[in-house]
């Protein structure tokens, strides 16, 4: 699949890192660049609720990703939101 928005060089070079780095490493960045999704969530909520904690923040960003029934098989100690 061909990007519309990426010129041909700059896709030419990501091809190029991509296959220089290997599985693992498009995969390390893979879960590098979900952790930094989830900080910018994380910080993006605080933003909008001044009164949450960097916790609680978490805890609402990732209840959001999981779902709440997952969420709470997954942090029991949360208790139901």
């Known amino acids: 699949m061909t990007s519309r928005d990426t010129a041909p060089a700059a896709r030419d070079m990501q091809r190029a ?3 220089a780095i290997g599985g693992a ?3 390390e960045l893979a879960l590098a660049m979900s952790e930094q999704a ?3 969530a994380i910080c ?3 933003a909008r609720d001044a009164a949450l904690s960097y916790d609680d923040a978490r ?3 990732l209840r959001r990703l999981l779902g709440g ?3 709470d ?3 029991p ?3 139901p939101c």
């Open 17 to 19: 890192v991509h296959s």
């Open 25 to 27: 490493g498009r995969v």
């Open 38 to 40: 989830r900080e910018i």
């Open 44 to 46: 993006g909520t605080m």
């Open 59 to 61: 805890a609402r960003v």
């Open 69 to 71: 029934r997952l969420y």
């Open 73 to 75: 098989l997954a942090y």
């Open 77 to 79: 100690e949360s208790g």
